[in-house]
């Protein structure tokens, strides 16, 4: 069993930064794919960025510039560094990841959620 656990979030005005940090642990062999994901009240869940095994990444037009995606291979944790923070990125966010475990099997894990609240 893999277990996601999600920190850094929290209140800031626009234009601060915060960084969250999603660390996995438990029997993984290697992470393929990880992803951020953010959700506002009544609002669908949205995929912030992306960053592939090989370390290429992609983001979401709306934080372009903004937002970098990271990893820790080491570690087993991913980071996502937020600048220039605005009202509209006010949600709870997600880590999403894609791993194998020593066991060769691929699996698929979600994390707890933190909550970012971007004041004006």
């Known amino acids: 069993q893999v277990q996601l656990v999600e920190s850094g979030g929290g209140l800031v005005q626009a234009g601060g930064s915060l960084r969250l940090s999603c660390a996995a642990s438990g029997n993984i062999l290697n992470i393929n794919v990880v992803e951020w994901y953010r959700q506002a009240p009544e609002k669908p869940r949205e995929l912030v960025a992306r960053?592939?095994?090989?370390?290429?990444?992609s983001y979401a037009d709306s934080v372009k510039g903004r937002f970098t995606i990271s990893r820790d291979n080491a570690k087993d944790t991913a980071y996502l560094q937020m600048n220039s923070l605005e009202p509209e990125d006010t949600g709870v966010y997600y880590c999403h990841v894609d791993l194998i475990t020593w066991s060769r099997r691929p699996e698929e894990y979600w994390g707890q959620g933190t909550q970012v609240t971007v004041s004006s």
């Open positions: 960053i592939y095994s090989e370390g290429s990444t």
